[in-house]
């Protein structure tokens, strides 16, 4: 098979890659704890089905506005607006799923050469999105010790006159890290000076447990040089629905949606009355869950704390634990064997940038007695290595 030089320079998703082998091996008869999911283990709440259902059955069935309908689009600007002070309204909204919003961003605003500044480590797929559109990923390191809060300061270090871009996930995957108030301030002092976009990922935005989301786009002059995304799948267990969305001056929407009516032409028409619902609906299931994974990781960093081998922050949001291991291996290499010989999946944190080599990434979207199995297995096989 011969694919462009583009695509052969970009490996699969190292995330995805797992929980296909995990699924497969499950399949066949396995007994694996798995805790490389990086999605809640709920329903999506009945409020939400409900009002999709009563859509499809209507006969909502046609394409909408590419853009998403208006309804959604408005929902989606009167939420961002009001909780997260982005100083939007419809216009700047684009209905799209959240990764399809970060490929069409990379391809919207780069250029081949470009460089884009990402924290390391981080999620897998901004650094294939840049890649793919020729230009560079520089990761800026953050490390464990500073509970991978990014250093403005590195990020000041690492800017040249090419950089068109810096890309903020807080709460992070695969840290949990929540980013203060002060570095998003920092990081948006040196985008004015320099005249960088912000690309923000928001999408854990509401699985939080301490600190204080802060979106950039709220801080002064940042909003006309920021694209923000997020999205319904983590916050009400919408993962399969593949609805979310981009935030940005009017003008770029128009822009971006030039790819996406190129391409997927509008997102799934039945589902986006659901996902007003999910806004505007009541909001006591998702605010259940949140306090479920809360319990989860306290439980997890309990156990953690029973394995010498391991380390680990207390992560303020998302649903990962991202532990240090005192074992001289590579991740890839641990994560390999942690599956063959103990049968939990985790994923290698070298996945997430150079600077996860030495670190796993755990997602306790899972049931507690599966957290209790899983790291008591994790901590038996630590212990023989
Ligand atoms: C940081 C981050 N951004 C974006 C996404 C993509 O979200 P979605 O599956 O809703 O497109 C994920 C999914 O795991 C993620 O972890």
Redesign the pocket.
Known sequence: MITSKRLQEIPPSG?VAISNLVSKMKAEGADIVSFSM??PDFSTPSNIADACVESLRSGFTHYTPSTGIPELRKAVADYSRSKNGIPCDASNVLIT????A?FMIALAYLDPGDEVLLPDPS?V?YEAHIRMTGAVPKYVTTSFDDGFVIDPEKVEAAATSKTKMVVI?SPS?PTGCVQPESTIKGIADICVDRDIYALS?E??ENVIYGGRHVSIASMPGMFDRTIT?S?L??TYAM?GW?L?WAIAPAQDIVAINKLQSHSITCCTSFTQPAAVEAITGPQEEKDRMVETFRKRRDLALDLISEIPQLECNVPEGAFYLFPRCSIDMPSNELAERLLKEAKVAVTPGRAFGPAGEGFFRISYATGEDQIREGLSRIKKALASM
């Open positions: 995330t990086g999605e799923p959240t990764k399809q970060l999620w797929s996930n995957n990922d999408i854990y995304v999205g799948s983590k993962t593949r979310g």
